[in-house]
């Protein structure tokens, strides 16, 4: 049985103060690692606050609200498994149509984004 093709993806998030990544969904699976500053991040009806050097893994279809600290920048990197057809495109799905057209004001560095072989 052949697998799918994916591919890994690892980028830096950066937040500005009080900066919302508002309800969304990944089509893959990944871990964050934050850097700076300080996140809420709620999935399924239950929400933690992360601290700089904690880490998280979002599944990748639950919906996610992040909430970034308003009192310091925040900013954590990440890496994500996604299907390869998303090289170089977003992952990112918002659940709520009121949330497609607000401001998206965290910004993305990319560090990889290329297929792998599992």
Known sequence: MALPEVL?????VDFPLGGIA?????RGPG???LLTG???????????RVAPGQAWFEAGPDPVLATA??????SFVRVMILPAA????????????????KPKRQT???FVDDPIVL
């Open 31 to 33: 871990i964050r690692c």
């Open 108 to 110: 993305y560095q990319l």
């Open 8 to 12: 890994m993806r690892c980028d830096r």
């Open 38 to 48: 300080g996140i809420n991040v709620a999935v399924n009806g239950a929400e933690h």
């Open 22 to 26: 508002y309800t969304h969904t990944h």
């Open 69 to 74: 600290s308003a009192d310091e920048l925040t």
């Open 86 to 101: 998303l090289r170089g495109k977003s992952s990112i799905s918002y659940v709520l149509p009121e949330d497609q057209d």
